[in-house]
């Protein structure tokens, strides 16, 4: 990738992979760089944008933290992000980590894996959303408002601020935020839903994912965890399975479409069926 007639090449094939959001291409193609032609301010720079997006801020503040060196050392020529781009992105950094803090049912030490991250959902996340959920239904039934690409951030977000949810990012180490997971508290009965987007379906990631939700959920004093799924979505009721999830008797009905219910440390008799009843009744009429 690196070009001895044109140093900047690793860098600029960079640049681009970062707009079109190839997280993992950027960052080998600012590492290639470093490795051949030494340091670059803007490169360690970019790299922090790369960690910021894949759920590292820890791995982002070093980075930023290496470019504030260089910048102070002078090591990095031309095109150089400035001292306070620098500290705008530590300032936000640290706005980020405060927020966390604040959700005391978070434990960040819980939320990481091999492949991805779980972060409490922040405005930030929003631009990412509209391409990944745009289906009415599964805004119901997560209890949550429908991402529509024609009202304003804001407004949605404040919408969203106002349901009875804990709501979880999922971010993948190489590609970014990929979904949504999370808890709505609907008086005694607790529902988990997850969505990794159409254009995610593995349920392997699925699985990891809810994995890392369910350590968050434990911070939530909650018992019995129980969601809905549609009995054609065969990745989710894989991934509900492996992660420890049960399928309970009966299904319901959304709709046309046949939903199954699943869950996770019900007891047994009537309370489960109590369970189901309340499900459907959400599927029926909506939150």
């Given at each position: ?109 819980n939320a990481s894996s091999k492949h991805m ?93 809810t994995l890392l939700a369910l350590r968050q ?71």
């Amino acid at each position: 990738m690196a070009d001895a007639h044109y140093p900047g090449c690793s860098f600029t094939l960079g640049n681009q992979a970062v707009q079109s959001g190839f997280w993992a291409l950027a960052r080998s193609c600012y590492h290639t760089g470093i490795r051949h032609y030494g340091e670059r301010l803007a490169a360690r720079y970019n790299l922090a944008l790369c960690d910021l997006a894949t759920g590292q801020p820890e791995r982002a503040m070093t980075q930023l933290t290496r470019a504030r060196h260089l910048l102070a050392g002078d090591a990095a020529a031309g095109g150089s992000p400035d001292k306070q781009r620098i500290e705008q992105r530590m300032a936000e950094l640290a706005a980020i980590e405060q927020y966390w803090k604040q959700c005391s049912w978070f434990t960040p030490g819980n939320a990481s894996s091999k492949h991805m991250s779980l972060e409490p959902l922040q405005e930030r996340h929003l631009p990412a959303l509209p391409g990944l959920m745009e289906s009415s239904a599964f805004a119901r039934w997560a209890n949550l408002p429908m991402v529509q690409a024609d009202v304003k951030g804001e407004s949605w977000w404040s919408k969203w601020q106002q349901s009875a949810s804990y709501d979880l990012a999922v971010v993948h180490h190489d590609f970014g935020l990929m979904g949504l997971c999370g808890l709505s508290r609907i008086n005694e009965v607790a529902y988990f839903y997850i969505w990794l987007g159409y254009n995610n379906p593995q349920s392997a990631l699925a699985t990891e994912a809810t994995l890392l939700a369910l350590r968050q959920m434990s911070n939530l004093s909650v018992g019995n965890l129980c969601t809905a799924v549609s009995e054609k979505n065969v990745s989710t009721r894989r991934a509900l399975h492996q992660a420890g999830f049960e399928q309970l008797n009966g299904r319901g009905h959304s709709g046309d479409e046949a939903v199954l219910f699943y869950g996770c440390d019900l007891e047994q008799g009537s309370d489960q069926l109590d369970t189901q009843a309340r499900m459907q009744g959400w599927l029926d009429v909506g939150f």
